[in-house]
């Protein structure tokens, strides 16, 4: 979710220059983690007024670090996923809810280093259950960018951002990242939000969709994402998964993905996405 006023972006800038300090400490996360399970709740509104939409929930703590806010967070209850959309009813096993899945690929972001999502907590939301929420971004979105300033994701070639969430996007088996799901800073740098169609049924690549991917089909990995790759442990990530339930071989699925990114010398099509021609 965004919200910020009077943004800039170099358009011309493809994301040369871009580094990818982490924004956040282990300790920050901790920090944040702590600050969203038990700050009192003030305030709980949805969006809009779909069924499906998440709910924004207001916390009383002074928790922050901009482009991250712990005061104001996106929920997602925990439910059934019968409403879920078509490619997610296809490629997921809908006893592992979407929160769930927003959670884990949380875990899964902070266990490998992408340091692409903000901090996710799984809390009780009174009269709505269970579910994930995720501290608030400060940016906009790819769409925003793209509409408003003409900068074209699919053309950053050199943003080490770019490179990092269609890497996180094929690990955790992403099907439905399009350009309202991921933030932007001005400074290029990349959030990845709404990570909840993600973890396919055993290693089901159909329906795997990363829209930035579409530019960068041919394209070498960079040096930042080859390093990153070689340094995430197949152990590590095991353990993430292994407290999930999951019933269909999913983690068995992520496993895969991953020996398969840390061999890739140069991006190719994945799933449903194709290359631009």
Not at 107 to 123: A, H, K, S, T, Y
Not at 167 to 194: C, E, P, Q
Not at 245 to 254: A, H, I
């Amino acid at each position: 979710m965004t919200e910020s006023q009077n943004s800039t972006v170099n358009v011309n800038n493809r994301g040369g220059g871009v580094t990818t300090t982490p924004l956040l400490s282990i300790t920050d996360h901790g920090r944040f983690q702590l600050a969203m399970r038990l700050s009192p709740i003030t305030q709980i509104m949805r969006y809009n007024e779909k069924d499906r939409s998440p709910f924004q929930v207001r916390l009383n703590t002074d928790m922050e670090k901009p482009p991250i806010f712990a005061n104001r967070c996106v929920f997602k209850s925990q439910k059934v996923n019968a409403k879920e959309g078509k490619y997610f009813r296809e490629a997921m096993d809908l006893y592992i809810p979407t929160a769930k899945r927003e959670l884990l690929a949380y875990n899964l972001d902070l266990c490998c280093g992408f340091n692409l999502v903000p901090p996710v907590v799984w809390r009780e939301v009174p009269g709505h259950g269970a579910g994930s929420l995720q501290a608030w971004t400060q940016a906009q979105s790819g769409s925003y960018w793209k509409h408003n300033f003409g900068y074209d994701y699919t053309r950053a070639l050199s943003n080490p951002w770019m490179h990092r969430l269609v890497a996180f996007d094929i690990l955790i088996g992403n099907v439905d990242r399009h350009a309202k799901n991921w933030l932007m800073d001005t400074s290029g740098r990349v959030y990845a939000i709404d990570n909840g169609y993600a973890f396919p049924k055993r290693n089901d690549c159909r329906f795997i969709s990363s829209l930035p991917l579409r530019g960068l089909v041919g394209q070498p990995l960079t040096n930042d994402l080859k390093q990153l790759l070689a340094t995430i442990s197949a152990e590590k990530v095991r353990s993430i998964l292994n407290d999930v339930g999951f019933r269909c071989r999913e983690d068995s699925g992520v496993l895969r993905r991953l020996n398969y990114l840390k061999t890739l010398v140069a991006w190719e099509p994945v799933g449903r996405v194709q290359p631009i021609e």
